[in-house]
């Protein structure tokens, strides 16, 4: 009896994937609702409540016609529900995403979260997701992953124009939420301090944050070339 409803499953399940309504189907209504050139002026985009997609995105873009306000634009089933002024700035110095360096959709930042809490042994009931650029203006996947009660179980940082994982927290045994690794730190090595506790009892842990990072972002780049996804294709089909 399993069998063929595992078979049901895996033809369904792609399909139900498909209809989710994704941050580059957001960003398409956004862009008839107001005009082309919106798609242009992103400055976060973000969702909660996951399974795995949100059902409602918040865009915050800047109003080029309000004196330098920002514009708060809620979609929510391929249509605008709220559209109002905002001073919420989303994205480090208030900087526009450069949308023609999207090429992954919330789709596949979810296919590489999930990848990697999976390898991590971490068990996850929703998703929130927030799209900006980082300190270095390069946009960025900020996933968080939350248990049954809501609760914080770990938050990967996917880069969204590469696919390579730049930060991940709380998301392997032994550690939590308090637990970082960034990929600046893993391409630098353990400090003067930590080396000189490497018999100290944080040593093991430590360690495994680092080995399990590496082989974190060895697997998102190769999951990156089976779900990357072009924003300016998309858009322009």
């Known amino acids: 009896m399993w069998k063929p409803l595992l078979a049901f499953m895996l033809v369904v399940t792609p399909a139900f994937a498909q209809e989710q309504f994704t941050a580059y189907d957001a960003l398409r209504v956004v862009g008839v609702h107001i005009n082309r050139e919106a798609v242009n002026n992103i400055i976060a ?3 909660v409540k996951g399974n795995p997609q949100p059902q409602t995105w918040r865009v915050v873009i800047t109003d080029r016609s309000g004196g330098g306000g920002f514009r708060d634009i809620q979609v929510r089933n391929g ?3 709220s559209d109002r002024p905002s001073s919420v700035v989303g994205s480090s110095e208030g900087a526009t995403i450069n949308t023609s360096r999207l090429n992954l959709d919330s ?3 979810f296919a590489v979260a999930s990848h990697i809490a999976d390898k991590s042994g971490t068990r996850f009931e929703t998703v929130s997701y927030t799209l900006r650029t980082d300190e270095r203006g390069d946009p960025v996947w900020i996933v968080t992953l939350h248990a049954v009660n809501g609760r ?4 990967i940082h ?3 124009n590469r696919g390579n994982v730049t930060r991940t927290e709380g998301m392997f045994a032994g550690t939590n939420m308090n637990d970082v ?3 600046r730190e893993v391409a630098q090595g353990p400090t003067d301090e930590e080396d000189g506790e490497e018999h100290g009892p944080l040593h093991g842990v430590r360690s495994r944050i680092r080995s399990a990072f590496r082989r974190t ?3 998102a780049s190769d999951m990156f070339g ?12």
């Open 45 to 47: 985009v973000t969702g």
């Open 79 to 81: 249509q605008v529900v």
């Open 107 to 109: 789709s596949g930042a």
């Open 152 to 155: 914080p179980v770990g938050t």
């Open 158 to 160: 996917i880069g969204a």
């Open 181 to 183: 690794e960034t990929e």
């Open 217 to 219: 972002q060895e697997e």
């Open 226 to 237: 089976r779900v990357s996804r072009s924003f300016s294709d998309f858009i322009n089909r």
